[in-house]
């Protein structure tokens, strides 16, 4: 897979993209990341990539062409090239969408900067994204969340293959209760059961606290996990219903 990068601030990138996991996918060739800057694609002596909103307000938007010729320049070798503009205004970033994008071979994320980009930047955009409902300085820190969230899913990067495919959110459910050495630590012990050897009762806790979880912290997510019946039957201990309605 490989990420195009447009942004003012390609400095942000290194030292995450340096970092074991990443670095060593880089290193494996799984994932490719250029750094593109911005301001190489503005024009003049001071190669200006911002100005006034028109209609005023405060801050300053990032003008279109520098970013939209920084877009064609890439994309003239790479036509298949996905267009990503990081925004808050976009499609909200979850496990279905991380999925998707994996299958991508080119990613082109653009990081805007400022009180925003100029509206003709999305126009040349396939898609936006946010990955929440708050505003960053910059779309950064985003488009790191976003490689970061695609590299685990490709295989090879986390060195176990589908070592990602039985965490959290591919099962649609939060994630189990984990626990290490020592077995007590200040009093509080490691639940027996994962103690046991018993790989049936094992599993069996692992998906009930999953469930428990799920339903005290994000019952929004259940209606969405694909719940078997027995999964459905757990549930219905928590909720108190009776499962006859
Ligand atoms: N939230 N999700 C986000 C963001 C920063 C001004 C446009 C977000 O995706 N991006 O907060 N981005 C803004 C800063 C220009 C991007």
């Given at each position: ?183 007590a630590f200040e009093g509080r012990k490691v639940p ?12 069996r806790w692992r998906k009930r606290e999953s469930l ?34």
């Open positions: 897979m490989i990420f195009d990068i447009l942004t003012l601030f390609p400095e942000m990138f290194h030292s995450p993209l340096e970092g074991s996991i990443l670095g060593k996918a880089r290193d494996a060739g799984l994932i490719q990341v250029n750094l593109v800057n911005v301001r190489d694609y503005a024009e003049g002596r001071h190669r200006v990539t911002d100005d006034y909103p028109y209609g005023g307000g405060k801050g300053m938007i990032m003008k279109p062409e520098p970013i939209i010729r920084g877009i064609k320049a890439i994309q003239a070798g790479n036509p298949e090239a996905r267009v990503i503009l990081m925004t808050p205004q976009g499609t909200p970033l979850r496990h279905e969408v991380v999925k998707r994008l994996a299958q991508l071979a080119h990613l082109i994320l653009v990081c805007g900067r400022y009180e925003g980009v100029d509206e003709r930047v999305r126009d040349v955009a396939d898609e936006e994204i946010s990955i929440g409902d708050y505003v960053l300085t910059g779309g950064e820190l985003t488009a790191l969340v976003v490689i970061d969230a695609i590299a685990r899913l490709i295989p090879g990067v986390l060195g176990d293959e589908g070592a990602s495919e039985d965490d959290s959110f591919s099962q649609g459910l939060l994630e189990y209760p984990q626990y290490t050495r020592p077995r027996e059961v994962l103690l046991s050897g018993d790989h049936q009762a094992i599993e428990r979880r799920t339903w005290e912290r994000r019952p929004d997510l259940l209606s969405q996990a694909g719940l078997s019946d027995e999964d459905q039957k757990i549930l219905d201990e928590f909720t108190g219903s009776s499962g006859t309605d």
